[in-house]
C-alpha cells in the first residue's frame, strides 16, 4: 500500500515500463512497486542481456547477474530482431511487437527509460498516436562541459516535449534537462537508488564473507583498504587511481581492484614495478559478492571521467563507506559533499587527485565514525520509498491533467 505521503491513486493505475533488459538495480525496484503500491505494471524488456550468459565487452569476461532480476512483478521479453543485438548502437533494440503489446496492456501511462534507440522512438511513437502520456526517465548531465551541437540541443527539445513528466534523478540531472527546456511543472525528482536490504552492512553473511576475504587477502583488521570496483576500462580511470595511490609511499595502507577489463595488464605491470607498495587484483565479482568488497574498504573511490550518476557510489554508502569521486560523476553533486559525506577531486587534474587522497585518508584515520554517520544520514534519502514517492507523483500529474 502507498505511505501517507504518497499521492492516492484511484483506480489503481496500469502502467507499461519499456526497459532495455533486466538490471540489478532496476529489478530489485520493481519488486519494491509490486509489494509497496497499488501500480498494476508490467515491465516490457528489449533484449535479455543480464539473465543469459553473455559476453561483456568492457568486462571482458561472460556474465549474468547471479541476483534474481525477473520475480515478484509482472514482465515479458519482446524478440529483439536486430542483426546485432545490444545496446551499443540505435538499432541494437528493434523490437517490432512492442506497440502491439502496449496496445494489448492498455496502460494508463508508459514509463520509458532512455530515448536512445529505435524501440525508444516506436514507443514514443505508439504513444503519441494512442494519446498515452508518457514519463521519462534518464540520468544525464552536462558536468564534462562538453556543448552539444544545435542539431542535437534541438533535436532533445523536440524529444522532451513529448513527455507528460519527467523524473529526474539527481541535481546535475535536472540541470541536464532544463537546459533541453523541459519546464520546472514537469520535473519531478526520484531519486537513484540500489537494494537497500541487499547492501546491509549489518547482514552477517556479508560480514563473515569479508571477514574471511580479508583472510585470504593477508590484511591485517587495523590495515586501511582503498576500493576500486568496476569495469578496468580507460574512462573508469583505474590507471589514474594507481597512479595517485603509488606518488607517496602509504604504510599500513591496501589498494584493492575488483573487476576485469582491457586496462587489467597495465595495472598489473604498473602495480609490478612497484613492489614496496600494496596493491592487490582482485577478478570480476558478481552482485552477490560487492557487499563482503565494500565492508573490506575504508574508501571507495569512483573516478570516472565520465559517469551518469555512479550507482556503485549508493552501494559503498549504505555499507557505510565513504567514496572520493571526480567532479564529473553525476551523483557527486547529492551525494558526495567534499569534506563532509566524501571528497571531490578536480578531474584532469592529477595533482588534486593525490591532494584528495591523502586528505581522505587523513580525515579517515582521524574520524571514522563520524564520516560513517553523515554517510549514513545522507544516504537515507535514496531508497526505493524515496524513488517511488516521485513515480507515483509523476503519475498522479499525468492522470489529473490532459495535453
Not at 543480464?50 to 568486462?59: A, K, M, S
Amino acid at each position: 500500500m502507498s505511505s501517507p505521503s504518497q499521492p492516492t491513486l484511484t483506480p489503481p493505475t496500469r502502467l507499461a515500463v519499456v526497459l532495455s533488459h533486466p538490471t540489478q538495480y532496476y529489478s530489485p525496484w520493481f519488486r519494491w512497486l509490486r509489494a509497496h503500491t497499488e501500480i498494476e505494471f508490467r515491465v516490457f524488456y528489449l533484449w535479455d542481456f543480464g539473465v543469459t550468459n553473455r559476453r561483456d565487452p568492457e568486462f571482458g569476461v561472460n556474465l549474468t547477474w547471479d541476483v534474481d532480476l525477473l520475480s515478484g512483478y509482472d514482465s515479458e521479453f519482446l524478440p529483439n530482431r536486430a542483426a546485432r543485438p545490444g545496446t551499443g548502437h540505435f538499432w541494437g533494440l528493434r523490437n517490432p511487437t512492442l506497440a502491439g503489446r502496449l496496445a494489448a496492456l492498455r496502460p494508463d501511462a508508459v514509463l520509458l527509460f532512455g530515448y536512445n534507440y529505435a524501440s525508444h522512438l516506436r514507443a514514443i511513437a505508439w504513444c503519441r498516436m494512442a494519446g498515452v502520456p508518457l514519463i521519462f526517465r534518464g540520468d544525464s548531465h552536462l558536468l564534462d562541459g562538453v556543448r552539444p551541437s544545435l542539431f542535437k540541443r534541438l533535436a532533445l527539445r523536440l524529444l522532451y516535449r513529448q513527455f507528460s513528466a519527467v523524473t529526474y534523478v539527481g541535481t546535475a540531472n535536472r540541470a541536464y534537462f532544463e537546459t533541453f527546456g523541459v519546464p520546472a511543472t514537469r520535473l519531478i525528482f526520484s531519486p537513484h537508488a540500489v537494494d537497500q536490504g541487499h547492501f546491509d552492512p549489518t547482514n552477517p553473511v556479508h560480514c563473515e564473507a569479508a571477514q574471511r576475504l580479508r583472510t585470504e587477502l593477508s590484511l591485517p583488521p587495523e590495515r586501511r583498504v582503498v576500493l576500486f570496483a568496476g569495469k578496468l576500462v580507460s574512462r573508469k580511470q583505474p590507471l589514474a587511481l594507481l597512479d595517485a595511490f603509488l606518488s607517496t609511499p602509504r604504510p599500513n595502507t591496501t589498494l584493492v581492484f575488483v573487476g576485469d577489463g582491457e586496462e587489467r595488464p597495465a595495472l598489473e605491470e604498473r602495480s609490478a614495478r612497484n613492489p614496496t607498495a600494496d596493491v592487490r587484483l582482485l577478478p570480476f565479482a558478481n552482485q552477490s559478492e560487492m557487499p563482503a568488497r565494500y565492508l573490506l574498504a575504508d574508501l571507495f573511490v569512483l573516478p570516472s571521467l565520465g559517469e551518469t550518476w555512479g550507482l556503485a557510489v549508493n552501494e559503498a554508502m549504505h555499507m557505510g563507506v565513504p567514496c572520493l569521486v571526480s567532479d564529473v560523476v553525476g551523483c557527486q553533486k547529492n551525494l558526495v559533499t567534499d569534506g563532509e559525506t566524501g571528497w571531490v577531486f578536480r578531474n584532469g587534474d592529477c595533482a588534486h587527485f593525490r591532494q584528495k587522497l591523502d586528505e581522505a585518508l587523513a580525515s579517515i584515520a582521524c574520524d571514522s565514525a563520524g564520516i560513517k554517520a553523515r554517510v549514513a544520514a545522507r544516504i537515507a534519502g535514496y531508497t526505493y520509498a524515496q524513488a517511488t514517492e516521485g513515480l507515483l507523483r509523476a503519475i498522479d500529474r499525468v492522470r489529473s491533467r490532459s495535453y
